[in-house]
């Protein structure tokens, strides 16, 4: 007689974000676009937020600059900022 155990299979881990191949421009402009919609959802202007951004040396200064906006969803704004720190500074950001 033979028993077969069932082993469940390996979950394969998703390594796309944190693989150095993934470039930061493909998380950059979506969380760019987040952001200019929090700052005015019926015509959102990344124009506006590429000015700020620009002038800017290091992250610190540039999450700064986006800090004194005056957002209308202001959670949203904190948490993209947060997420935009995170790439500029370590080049991986995550949504939890």
Known sequence: MILLLHTPAPRPTDRRL??????????????????????????????????KLRGEQDAAAAV??????????????????RMLWHLYTSGFASFS
């Open 18 to 51: 944190a693989c150095p191949s993934v470039d930061r421009g493909r998380l950059e402009d979506p969380l760019k676009r987040v952001l200019a919609w929090s700052l005015s959802p019926d015509a959102p202007e990344r124009e506006s937020l590429e000015e």
């Open 64 to 81: 700064q600059a986006l800090q004194d906006l005056p957002y209308r969803y202001e959670r949203t704004a904190a948490k993209c900022r």
